[in-house]
């Protein structure tokens, strides 16, 4: 039982540049979540999932984009990365009450 | 802007002291209150939680002290560790949750 994996867990990009931060879950989980923790700002939620084929906006949604074609998956793209999207990724799986975080992945926008 | 306010933004205090981080919040739709620790270079993990129905929980050294009248809620860590040197979160829950700001901890030996 893997819980909640990340990859990558290091990216560099340029500004402009688009790319998929990959998450999956094996604990059939049907709510999952995508949240950027910044320095002093705590984690700020992007998107969020109840179910296959259902996704909708967090807090700070714009720049990002999702799917969930499966209960297992949920990708989050940047569409064109800026300096701005500098930050620790974390997506998140579990029920209404307990979320389970995976190890995070680290991004920089150049 | 943040809908968990989230206080001291860090603390020090040194082996056995009592370490003390309070969170107040606005909205009376909240109805579950959990706090998250976070180790350097990994994902947050639930510590422990609260209902607003109840004013106190305690697990362990942990202790969620809850005053809704006040819309404040805190948590008392006793006897602190080396160990509990870590970024804690409170949170709340509507439909989704909200963080806040976090509090980093040092605990001296």
């Known amino acids: 039982n893997a819980g909640v994996t990340q990859t990558p867990k290091f990216q560099v990009l340029k500004t402009g540049q688009s790319m998929t931060l990959q998450c999956a879950q094996d604990?059939?989980?049907?709510?999952m979540s995508w949240y950027r923790q910044d320095p002093g700002m705590g984690l700020r939620l992007i998107h969020y999932s109840v179910g296959a084929g259902i996704t909708d906006q967090g807090e700070v949604p714009n720049g990002y984009n999702v799917s969930r074609s499966t209960t297992e998956d949920f990708p989050l793209r940047l569409l064109s990365a800026a300096p701005s999207q500098t930050s620790v990724y974390f997506c998140a799986s579990g029920e209404w009450d307990e979320q389970y975080f995976g190890p995070g992945t680290r991004l920089t926008v150049t | 802007q943040q809908q968990v306010k989230q206080s001291p933004q860090s603390l020090i205090v040194q082996k056995g002291g009592i370490s003390i981080i309070n969170c107040a919040y606005e909205n009376t739709a909240f109805d579950y209150f959990p706090w998250y620790q976070q180790f350097p270079g990994k994902g947050p993990a639930l510590l422990i939680a609260i209902r607003p129905d109840v004013s106190e929980k305690k697990e362990g050294r942990f202790t969620i002290s809850f005053n809704k009248s006040a819309k404040q809620f805190s948590l008392h860590i006793m006897d602190s560790q080396p160990g509990d040197s870590a970024t804690y979160f409170c949170?709340?829950?509507?439909?989704?949750?909200?963080f806040g700001a976090g509090t980093t901890v040092t605990v001296r030996a």
């Open positions: 604990m059939n989980h049907e709510y």
């Open positions: 949170a709340a829950i509507d439909y989704k949750l909200s």
